[in-house]
């Protein structure tokens, strides 16, 4: 009876790993980050910010589904604008503009989960999961502009840590992917970043959310 139960396990494992596929593959290209930064007074806002993400993956298949974990470097981040009259005694005033941009370097592992489609030239591929961001740097420049007068600041560079001026070492959110994979390795595909968690602490009373749209080209092998 053990031995039956050894042959019948064995038969199964043989059949899981013939149907089971492994691919490991290169991903890069092009990010338009930004973020929620909940209400903004009027005058303030923010834009995409263009940048770049790269990394390795790896695709782990089992008939039409897969398993894809990662492993990228990404930037975030977002562009600024606030412009504003300010009183400077007198009764005189004075235009205002501020204009920065905020970035944030992540090496980023996402683990999605994707449906294929098999066509002839290869297959449609789409879903999604989570990710998990681990911030190596952070840094903002800005120009501020008085009276038509331009100032441009040096750029500063954020602590990361855990007090209230610092930002957070951990990102979380979730994904979605999709994109088409040719028979020859050859990869097009579209993502998407949803940051689910406030990336500077409650306690400085700024919220940021990183928000990502991502295209890239890749190949596995």
């Known amino acids: 009876m053990k031995k039956a139960i050894l042959l019948v396990s064995l038969m199964a494992a043989t059949y899981t790993l013939s149907a089971q596929s492994v691919k490991f593959g290169i991903r890069g ?11 903004l007074p009027e005058g303030n806002e923010t834009q995409n910010l263009t940048a770049f993400n ?8 089992l008939g039409n589904w897969a398993v894809e974990p990662g492993l990228f470097y990404s930037r975030k981040g ?12 007198g009764g005189s005033n004075e235009d205002v503009s501020i204009n920065g941009n905020v970035k944030y370097n992540y090496l980023e592992l996402p683990v999605n989960v994707l449906y294929n489609v098999k066509l002839t030239p290869g297959k449609v591929f789409f879903g999604g999961g989570p990710y998990a961001g681990y911030l190596m740097s952070a840094n903002a420049k800005s120009t501020t502009t008085i009276n038509g007068v331009k100032t441009t600041e040096p750029t500063t560079n954020y602590s990361i840590g855990n007090n209230a001026e610092d930002i957070k070492r951990m990102d979380f959110g979730v994904n979605a992917l999709a ?8 990869q097009l595909s579209a993502g998407y970043g949803y940051g689910m968690s406030n990336v500077w602490h409650e306690d400085s009373n700024a919220k940021v959310k990183n928000r990502v749209f991502n295209v890239s080209v890749g190949f596995a092998l």
Not at 29 to 39: C, I, K, P, V
Not at 54 to 61: E, H, P, Q, S, W
Not at 78 to 89: C, L
């Open 78 to 89: 977002f562009k600024a604008n606030s412009d504003f009259t300010r009183n400077i005694g």
């Open 29 to 39: 290209g092009l990010n338009l980050a930004t973020a929620d930064r909940g209400n």
């Open 54 to 61: 790269g990394g390795l993956f790896a695709n782990i298949g």
């Open 179 to 186: 994109g088409f994979a040719f028979n020859n390795g050859f």
